[in-house]
């Protein structure tokens, strides 16, 4: 039998707060960090993105923004999981961009390259705290996040570790910028997933953190108990034009977990708020006969973190548990998507044991967790 794997602490530092507690209560306040910004330095006409504004807190010079990022999340997080990284425990970092603005500003050669490198910034947070066993760096796009939850429930499976401490970053830059915007990917105004007037996403910059732990001592804690990965193979950027390749992930995840589709309590949704993502995963929801479930989707309040998204968004549903409240849908109004999926619009109560994180992205990559209590 598989080891259950208990999560022992989390952290989101983002725009809205620097904990889980302080993210959590403006959620539940309704407060969205996704505002007009004005920078030419990220951009030559305004974009609505969700950035950090207090440039003071990121002071650690060694390390760059995208460092010091991971350092203030973990730091959070394992100062309230009672476990020792220094012993049997992974460190599994997760980001889609890391340090790329580099390019923008650094000179180029071999040093400017090395600085870039995700491997780089991995094994400086791992020096940072003492880590004992060489960091491992999950970048697959927009399901990174997920699917470091992921991998670190799988290396906790094999017995190798006691613990792994699995963190998500991005940082926004006016590289990550244009390369949206020559999608024409951004909405002029705050995104509004599944919504029938939705016309783009936003942007958004934070990190969170999750510890895993097989320790028996910690039962009684949440628990991963499913994760699936899967692939399109339709387009480098169009995601899939049916929804059953992230539908395929979805129901080996809840059947991965021992359930049911009749057991999930709720959904946190990718839900970008372009229109081909929602439309795929509606259809994805679907057909995983998961269509009367409660679903949801926070880009309208943290903007999408990308390599962060994942965790930052299973995080809150974690807290959603343990408080009984689903986090609502901002700016949806009416359904804009051919499969009927249902939306959650205001905050609600809810008696729920566990919940369903999906997750896609670029290359035609998905990913979903189950996660109960």
Known sequence: MRSDVFIVADNIYSPLGKTTEENFLQLKNGVSSVKLHNDVNLSETPVYSSLFEDKKQFNLTVYTKFEQLLIASISDAIQNSDIDITKNTALIISSTKGNISLLETGKNGPDLYKRVSMTTSAKLVADYFGFQIPPIVVSNACISGVMAIITGTRLLHTGQYENAVVCGADVISRFVVSGFQSFQALSPS?????????????????????????????????????????????????????????????????????????????ISAHGTATPYNDEMEANAVRLAGLQSTPLNSLKGYYGHTLGAAGLIEAVVSMQSLKEGLMIPTPGFNELGVSSEVNVCAELTPIAATNFLKTASGFGGCNGAIVVVK
């Open 190 to 266: 705050v995104c509004r997933p599944f919504e029938a007037s939705r016309d783009g996403l936003n942007l958004g910059e934070g990190a969170a953190t999750v510890v895993l732990s097989v320790n028996k001592k910690f039962k009684g804690q949440l628990k991963v108990k499913g994760g699936s990965i899967s692939n399109d193979a339709n387009h480098i950027s169009g995601p899939s034009r049916t929804g059953e390749e992230l539908s395929y992930a979805i129901k080996k995840a809840i059947q991965n977990a021992g359930l049911i589709p009749g057991d999930i309590d709720f």
